[in-house]
């Protein structure tokens, strides 16, 4: 079914630090997105060169890393019609000096290497990250309003 699309998406330490996970999660739940599973972590540098192994030729990887292990980060699966590209436009372009007013990167931060949030890119990669980052499953519930946002 469309409506069980689920994307993978991370407050960053910086976004944690700065006391903005009250807003981002606002913004996901207002959209009408549920909110499937959330937990708030500190990760080891192997885990997280293995979340942007990816990333791993790129010049800033190093940096990356660093950032991310640097404190807690929100780890959360949202589910949704459209879960992952809509995520991707609420968080706003990589690079803040890009991204729209009214995005989560466009409202809050300057810098790319310090832009807060992670989304999945695609559907593919949201089920690699979820797997990665709850290895144990996630709690299978659903909330009421599903009505009242779907027809
Ligand atoms: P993310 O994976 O974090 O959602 O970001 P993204 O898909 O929008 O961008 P991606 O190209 O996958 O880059 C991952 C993260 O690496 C950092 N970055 N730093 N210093 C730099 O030039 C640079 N470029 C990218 C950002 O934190 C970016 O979100």
């Known amino acids: 079914m469309a409506n069980s699309e689920v994307t993978f998406i991370m407050i960053k330490p910086d976004g944690v630090q700065r006391g903005l996970i009250g807003d981002i999660i606002c913004r996901f739940e207002k959209k009408g997105f549920f909110l499937k599973a959330m937990k708030?972590?500190?990760?080891?540098r192997a885990f997280a060169e293995?979340?942007?192994?990816?990333?791993?030729?790129k010049p800033f990887f190093?940096?990356?890393v660093e950032y991310i292990v640097s404190g807690p980060v929100v780890a959360?699966?949202?589910?949704?019609?459209?879960?992952?590209?809509?995520?991707?436009?609420?968080?706003?372009?990589?690079?803040?000096?890009?991204?729209?007013?009214?995005t989560i990167r466009g409202d809050y931060c300057i810098e790319v290497s310090r832009n807060i949030i992670h989304g999945s890119?695609?559907?593919?990669?949201?089920?690699k990250e979820i797997a990665l980052w709850f290895p144990d499953g996630i709690v299978d519930w659903r909330s009421a309003n599903h009505s009242w946002i779907y027809e």
């Open 76 to 102: 959360m699966v949202w589910q949704g019609k459209g879960a992952v590209a809509t995520g991707r436009k609420i968080i706003g372009a990589t690079n803040p000096a890009a991204s729209e007013p009214g």
């Open 40 to 44: 708030m972590v500190q990760v080891e």
């Open 62 to 64: 190093g940096s990356l």
């Open 121 to 127: 890119d695609a559907v593919e990669s949201a089920q």
């Open 50 to 57: 293995k979340h942007y192994s990816d990333l791993s030729s």
